[in-house]
């Protein structure tokens, strides 16, 4: 199913899955040099970074983050989060490129940082360095931010500011992810041809031949390539289509999310949604007095005492790094997921037993695993569309294959990197996916790049301001 829909995103624009073309056509070759600034509003953070490339696939990294404030994300107007956005570009820029700026405000010569902004939401993009917003996801809502070119917005913050600073590319996240894990490379390895983010949100791109995309691709882009980075947006899949098995939970945080029936496949699978899974399924447990949750020393129930404002009992309160604690922690009295209960659920120490935290890491366990099977059934959903390991492919298209060739994929997000074991649960989606196998699973090489997108975006600002 999620293979048609790919296949289906590249002939026509689907309410389902977009594949929206990123007018990116090119992947890093590790050779490029210059500096610039990547930005990459995630769905819970913001970071600025400024990349300087050596040439050689080396380079040198400095970065911030920061929270992105919760009530600018449901802010009354774009200009109250972009301005914000560029002040943190000043910050930054003032804090690590004083110099640079002063020297651009006194020369005549058009001294300008290049800035790729990584805007991870799905958005129609008309050039590399131009595209609106079609709607907000992941917790986000400010309605006259919708059909905005968010690089103009952005720009407009960054000139009132008065700093050197052009918005050459319109970066997606798990694009920015492919490129940084390309640059840096040795320069004899295969370089990525898919990205995947599993962050507050997730996402996938991959490399698609241009012969292939016959849906119309407005605006201008270079063509030599034959190739475009397209975004599936899985995300949305199964919006429409209702195939993925539904648990009353999955009903539940649907019902409540800002969003209902949108990003359904999103809701099994991303950093946003996971806490609140299980949030709601020990809530459950909770109230089942059968198995007793949650007993004070006396083995009294908690549930007059229990502060009703404690996490526990409070939608969406409740973060995913619970479920990678409870992952992790593998001993028998599971002390560090017991304190990780009293701190995320609100519930009191000393009404976390053992066997509570034994739930708890049961359910965690179905959730994560759940999410990282899941994760492995988009990405080996888009190999094979792509046919990345199909040898009479490879023959057709005149290029060479062999038992050796290699699909590489770059994967960057808190739930990837932290989750123990997501590549792994993964692979097993990958080697069960009838069209990969054992076999082929081995020639999948899953590649983290830390703060992929942010770097990524830095270095297709260099190579789209060539372009614009
Ligand atoms: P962004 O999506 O803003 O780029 P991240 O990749 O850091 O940022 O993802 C943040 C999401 O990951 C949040 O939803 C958070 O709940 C979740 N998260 C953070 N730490 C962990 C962890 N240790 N294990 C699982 N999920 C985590």
């Not at 058009?110 to 799905?122: H, I, K, R, V």
């Amino acid at each position: 199913m999620l293979i048609a829909a790919i296949e289906l995103g590249l002939r026509q624009r689907t309410p389902s899955m977009c594949q929206i073309p990123t007018y990116l056509t090119q992947v890093a070759t590790g050779l490029e040099k210059g500096l610039s600034i990547g930005v990459d509003l995630g769905g819970t953070n913001l970071r600025v970074c400024s990349v300087e490339l050596h040439g050689d696939s080396t380079s040198d990294i400095l970065h911030t983050q920061v929270r992105i404030p919760p009530e600018l994300m449901v802010a009354k107007a774009s200009h109250d989060l972009f301005s914000f956005i560029a002040r943190q570009i000043q910050d930054f820029l003032v804090k690590f490129h004083l110099a640079f700026i002063q020297d651009a405000k006194s020369d005549a010569h058009d001294q300008y940082f290049a800035l790729g902004f990584t805007f991870s939401f799905p958005v129609y993009q008309s050039a590399i360095n131009s595209g609106v917003l079609l709607n907000w996801t992941k917790g986000f809502d400010i309605p006259d931010t919708i059909n905005q070119d968010v690089c103009q917005l952005l720009q407009r913050e960054i000139d009132l500011l008065e700093l050197p600073v052009r918005v050459t590319a319109l970066v997606n996240d798990a694009a920015g992810t492919i490129i940084s894990r390309a640059y840096g490379l040795p320069l004899s390895r295969t370089r990525p041809t898919i990205g995947a983010i599993f962050g507050t949100g997730t996402n996938g791109v991959y490399l698609e031949s241009l012969s292939e995309i016959t849906k119309t691709i407005d605006g201008d882009y270079d063509r030599s390539t034959g190739k475009m980075f397209m975004s599936t947006e899985w995300g949305s899949f199964d919006n429409k289509l209702s195939v993925l098995p539904v648990t009353p939970y999955d009903t539940e945080l649907n019902e409540h999310s800002v969003n209902p029936g949108n990003q359904m496949f999103e809701k099994r699978v991303s950093g946003m949604f996971l806490g609140e899974l299980l949030r709601l399924a020990v809530l459950q447990v909770y109230y089942d007095d059968g198995l007793g949750l949650f007993r004070d020393d006396t083995g009294k129930s908690n549930t007059d005492d229990f502060n009703r404002g404690a996490p526990l009992h409070t939608r969406w309160k409740v973060d995913s790094s619970i479920l990678s604690v409870a992952e992790a922690d593998n001993s028998e009295l599971l002390p560090a997921l017991r304190e990780k209960i009293h701190v995320s659920f609100g519930v009191p120490r000393d009404s976390v037993s053992v066997r509570d935290a034994q739930v708890v890491k049961i359910i965690a366990h179905a959730i994560g695993t759940r999410a990282a099977r899941l994760a492995g059934m988009a990405v080996g959903s888009v190999i094979v569309q792509s046919q990345l390991l199909d040898e009479t492919h490879h023959v057709a298209a005149g290029l060479e294959a062999t038992r050796e060739t290699i699909v590489d994929v770059a994967v960057d997000g808190s739930v990837v990197e932290h989750y123990p074991g997501f590549e792994q649960y993964m692979r097993e989606s990958l080697r069960a996916l009838e069209q990969i196998g054992v076999e082929k699973e081995s020639r999948i090489s899953i590649g983290h790049a830390k703060d992929g997108s942010s770097v990524g975006a830095a270095i297709i600002a260099l190579l789209a301001a060539e372009q614009v």
